[in-house]
């Protein structure tokens, strides 16, 4: 895994351009991380960061929604982005001749939105609807209830809002929300793939120098007390969800709890899959992942099983995230090690992957971390140290949420 040079320019208005080039190749892939997502939506009118990121396409600079769409797609552009907890994110993957041109476009869409009232309703249907889809996918809404169960504040929002928040929602308080949270003060542009830096600093300088102001300051995560929560839904199945705290990016031990969490969770052979699936038969998908947000880490773990064994099966599933902190085997770790480094060298020959992460990581950290840092942070982990910080921070505290026709009457696993 080679080591690439990371550019990294702050304008004097606040906003971070980070850019990595990726040889051999003739695309790239940019994201704006602009600091207005769900966690800062105005009180009352939680799905705001959603209806304002639909309409900012519906037309900017001059252009009305079908010209804008054709210009994108002139550019063969491949778009992504939404509104997301801490973010909302704007971008995609082109040619990297049609970089400084897409950017051009991008200047508009974020600064000069059109936000035409004529299609404010439109906007906030489609927001409805994607609100109404969590009734008929019942892991997702588990993982929302778990997130508002974990984070009791603004950090356990879902950028989907709510029903009464869309519906406080006018075609002027978007606006409104667009002058006070569409600022460049603490926004990020990565850049990765094929890119000449002089000309692209420049046309950044160009494009986004003179834009002024800060938004909100977003809140700090806060979690609530653990313990146990029943959402109650007419299905066949019963989804269960755990939360509980561990280090996040940047953090001491970070690492070894990423490791901790790919033993129990890097694919067939590892611990939920074995013992809570194929040994006992418990559950038709079981899964862990390790998150952060800026200022916490914290762990997730999902299964799906009967109704009838859903007891049996949060123990055990609970069980297994406990017995971690006893050790892990070289073997475990070395299977561990070589799935995370396999991802990483797939998301390091991805533009859009790794866009996306060096954006993260300028966030998260206020740097970004080269492939190689991350490699040899990840080949110094040992199944010692593993477990010296599981001793002195054991999984514990657990946020527990089941979903689905039965509550648990006898829930002895939070603690």
């Known amino acids: 895994m080679s080591q690439t040079e990371i550019y990294t320019q702050h304008l004097p208005n606040g906003l971070t351009l980070v850019a990595e080039p990726i040889h051999g190749i003739r695309s790239a892939a940019f994201q704006f991380l602009i600091p207005a997502g769900a966690a800062t939506d105005p009180e009352g009118q939680e799905g705001a960061s959603t209806v304002l990121e639909g309409l900012s396409y519906r037309g900017a600079g001059g252009k009305d929604t079908r010209a804008l769409s054709d210009a994108l797609d002139g550019l063969g552009l491949q778009r992504s982005g939404g509104a997301e907890l801490e973010h909302t994110s704007f971008g995609g993957a082109l040619l990297a001749d049609d970089l400084v041109r897409a950017l051009e476009l991008y200047a508009d869409i974020l600064r000069r939105p059109a936000l035409p009232v004529a ?57 409104q929300d667009h002058a006070r949270r569409y600022r460049p003060h603490g926004a990020i542009l990565s850049v990765a793939g094929a890119f000449h830096w002089e000309p692209l600093r420049e046309a950044v300088h160009r494009l986004f120098g003179d834009w002024e102001g800060a938004g909100p300051a977003a809140p700090a995560p806060a979690t609530g ?46 611990r939920l899959f074995t013992e809570v699936r194929e040994k006992r038969g418990l559950v038709y998908s079981v ?52 799935g995370l480094l396999s991802a990483l060298i797939m998301q390091g020959e991805s533009t859009r992957a790794r866009a996306g992460a060096l954006g993260r990581d300028q966030y998260l950290l206020g740097r970004v971390r080269s492939l190689s840092e991350i490699r040899q942070a990840v080949e110094q982990v040992t199944s010692e140290s593993i477990y010296l910080y599981l001793r002195d921070h054991p999984p514990s505290d657990f946020t527990v949420v089941t979903l689905g026709p039965r509550e648990l009457e006898v829930l002895g696993a939070e603690r």
Do not use: N, W
């Not at 299964?303 to 902190?325: F, H, I, N, W, Y």
């Open 119 to 175: 299609e404010f309703e439109q906007e906030r249907e489609l927001a409805y609807q994607r609100l109404a889809r969590l009734e008929d996918s019942p892991a997702e809404k588990l993982f929302v209830e778990l997130r508002r169960t974990y984070f009791p504040g603004p950090h356990g929002r879902t950028a989907l809002g709510t029903r009464e928040g869309l519906a406080a929602l006018s075609a002027e308080s978007v606006r």
């Open 225 to 270: 007390r653990p313990g146990y929560r029943h959402v109650p839904q007419a299905t066949s199945q019963e989804q269960i969800g755990v939360a509980y705290p561990t280090a996040g990016l940047g953090s001491e031990g970070y690492y070894e709890a990423r490791m901790a969490v790919e033993v129990l969770s890097g694919g067939m052979a590892a």
């Open 287 to 338: 899964r862990a992942v390790q998150q952060s947000v800026k200022g916490a880490g914290f762990i997730l773990a999902y299964a799906g099983t009967t109704p009838e064994r859903c007891k049996e099966t949060v123990d055990v599933l609970v069980g297994e995230l406990r017995r971690v902190a006893e050790g892990v085997t070289d073997d475990e770790l070395a299977r561990a090690r070589t």
